[in-house]
C-alpha cells in the first residue's frame, strides 16, 4: 500500500509469526514428551495449539482489510477478530478440559501463555526491521 512521500505500509508478519509459533510448539512438545512422559507433551501441544487457533482467528479477521479509506470497516474487524479470539480460546480449552483424559493442567497454560509470549516477542522483533 502506498501514500502521499512514495513510502510503503508493510503486510503485517503475520505468517512468519504462525510458522515459528507452530514450529517451536511441535519441537517442544517434543522435548517434553521424551523428557517428562506422553501426557505432559500432548497438553503443552493442546495449549500450544489453543494460542495459535486464535491468533490465526484473529489475523484472519484482522489482516484482510486494507486502505485508509477502509480504516472504519478494519477497526469493526478488528474488534471481531479479538472477540472471536476470546472465544475461540475459551470454547478450545473447554473441549481440552471436558475431552482430553488424562491431562496436565499445568502443561494447557505454559504451552498457551509461552505461545503468547512468543507472539509479542516474534511481533516486537520483526516490527523493528
Same mark, same amino acid.
Given at each position: 500500500? &502506498?501514500? %502521499?512521500?512514495?513510502?510503503?505500509?508493510?503486510?503485517?508478519?503475520?505468517?512468519?509469526?504462525?510458522?515459528?509459533?507452530?514450529?517451536?510448539?511441535?519441537?517442544? &512438545?517434543?522435548?517434553?514428551?521424551?523428557?517428562?512422559?506422553?501426557?505432559?507433551?500432548? &497438553?503443552?501441544?493442546?495449549?500450544?495449539?489453543?494460542?495459535? %487457533?486464535?491468533?490465526?482467528?484473529?489475523?484472519?479477521?484482522?489482516?484482510?482489510?486494507?486502505?485508509?479509506?477502509?480504516?472504519?470497516?478494519?477497526?469493526?474487524?478488528?474488534?471481531?477478530?479479538?472477540?472471536?479470539?476470546?472465544?475461540?480460546?475459551?470454547?478450545?480449552?473447554?473441549?481440552?478440559?471436558?475431552?482430553?483424559?488424562?491431562?496436565?493442567?499445568?502443561?494447557?497454560? %505454559?504451552?498457551?501463555?509461552?505461545?503468547?509470549?512468543?507472539?509479542?516477542?516474534?511481533?516486537?522483533?520483526?516490527?523493528?526491521?
Amino acid at each position: 500500500m &502506498s501514500f %502521499a512521500g512514495g513510502g510503503t505500509i508493510p503486510k503485517p508478519p503475520v505468517v512468519r509469526i504462525l510458522a515459528t509459533q507452530v514450529l517451536l510448539a511441535l519441537v517442544l &512438545s517434543g522435548v517434553i514428551y521424551v523428557a517428562k512422559g506422553k501426557v505432559d507433551g500432548y &497438553s503443552l501441544l493442546l495449549g500450544c495449539a489453543t494460542q495459535i %487457533a486464535g491468533f490465526a482467528y484473529f489475523a484472519l479477521r484482522a489482516f484482510r482489510v486494507q486502505g485508509a479509506t477502509r480504516a472504519a470497516t478494519a477497526v469493526g474487524q478488528m474488534y471481531l477478530g479479538v472477540t472471536g479470539k476470546l472465544v475461540l480460546s475459551g470454547v478450545l480449552f473447554a473441549l481440552v478440559f471436558a475431552l482430553v483424559r488424562p491431562i496436565s493442567a499445568i502443561y494447557v497454560f %505454559a504451552g498457551f501463555i509461552l505461545m503468547q509470549v512468543v507472539q509479542v516477542a516474534m511481533a516486537a522483533v520483526v516490527g523493528r526491521r
